[in-house]
């Protein structure tokens, strides 16, 4: 089964950027569908970005379309989310997911997760 770590959060203030990286344990990783979520204080957990196994598919909530991005290297094992034009709304702790059994996922049936990172952008 694949094993996920997250790292890249941190401080930021607003406007400024952020690259969320997911390590991956576990060859299959490739063939695995993977988001990232995120959930605030007070707030229920959301899906923010999805991609496909193949990295041929993509999808971003509303709220981050045109800041952040998406991407995987499935000969590194990692994922990426790349986060541009930061604001306090994004102030969360962000967790990478893996889905062994759908080639693309954009619902919250996710069975492989991160520990989780936490992001702070002050205003």
């Known amino acids: 089964q694949v094993q996920l770590v997250e790292s890249g959060g941190g401080f930021v203030q607003a406007g400024g950027s952020l690259r969320l990286s997911c390590a991956a344990s576990g060859r299959t990783f490739s063939s695995y569908a993977m988001g990232w979520f995120r959930q605030a204080p007070g707030k229920e957990r959301e899906l923010v970005a999805a991609i496909s196994w193949s990295g041929g598919s993509t999808w971003y909530a509303d709220s981050v379309k045109g800041r952040f991005t998406i991407s995987r290297d499935n000969v590194k094992h990692t994922g990426n989310l790349r986060m541009n034009s930061l604001k306090p709304d994004d102030t969360a702790v962000y967790y990478c997911?893996?889905?062994?059994?759908?080639?693309?996922?954009?619902?919250?049936?996710?069975?492989?997760w991160g520990p989780g990172t936490q992001v702070t952008v002050s205003s």
């Open positions: 997911a893996a889905d062994p059994h759908s080639d693309f996922n954009i619902g919250d049936e996710y069975d492989t």
